[in-house]
C-alpha cells in the first residue's frame, strides 16, 4: 500500500502545496486516471504582460528579446495613435505563447513523438472520443 506524503516543490510559488504519493503519482480529473513513475509538475505559466513575457524570454529565449520589444513598442505606438489596444493584445497573446513553450521545452520522447506523428504514425498517442453520456473521455 502507497503512503501519502506531503511535498513541497520548486514550484511552490505557483502552487501552495502537492499531495504525492510515493512511487506513484496518479493526475487526471476526468474520470480516467493516468499513474507515471515519474511525478508530473505543472508547466511554468507566463502572465500576459509585457515585462513577464521579457522575463520569460530573456531567461530562456534571449535571442528572441529583442523582436518581442521591437513588436511590442511598434503595436504600442500604433495604439497611441488610434486609441485601439487591439494590436498591442494581440503582440502580447502570440508572444506568450512563445515564452510559454520556451520555458516549457519539449522533452525528448514528445520530440520523437511529434516526428512519429508527422511520419503518419500515431500510434501510443492519446485521443479524445465522445463517451456513451455525451461528455469527452480520454481513450
Known amino acids: 500500500m502507497s503512503r ?9 510559488d505557483r502552487v501552495p502545496l502537492a ?5 506513484l503519482v496518479v493526475s ?10 515519474v511525478p508530473v509538475y505543472p508547466p ?5 504582460s509585457g ?9 530562456h529565449a534571449p535571442e ?13 505606438a500604433a495604439a497611441a495613435h488610434s486609441l485601439d489596444l487591439s494590436g498591442p493584445q494581440a503582440v502580447l497573446a502570440r508572444w506568450q505563447a512563445v515564452a510559454m513553450m520556451a520555458a516549457n521545452p519539449l522533452s525528448d520522447d514528445e520530440r520523437k513523438q511529434i516526428e512519429h ?6 500510434r501510443g498517442l492519446l485521443s479524445w472520443d465522445q463517451g456513451d453520456n455525451g461528455s469527452w473521455v480520454r481513450r
Open 19 to 23: 499531495v504525492v504519493i510515493v512511487g
Open 117 to 122: 506523428a508527422k511520419a503518419g504514425d500515431l
Open 4 to 12: 501519502w506524503r506531503i511535498d513541497r516543490r520548486p514550484f511552490a
Open 28 to 37: 487526471g480529473n476526468e474520470g480516467q486516471h493516468v499513474a507515471s513513475e
Open 44 to 48: 511554468a505559466v507566463v502572465e500576459r
Open 64 to 76: 528572441r528579446c529583442r523582436q518581442f520589444e521591437a513588436e511590442l513598442r511598434s503595436a504600442l
Open 51 to 59: 515585462p513577464a513575457i521579457r522575463a520569460a524570454l530573456l531567461a
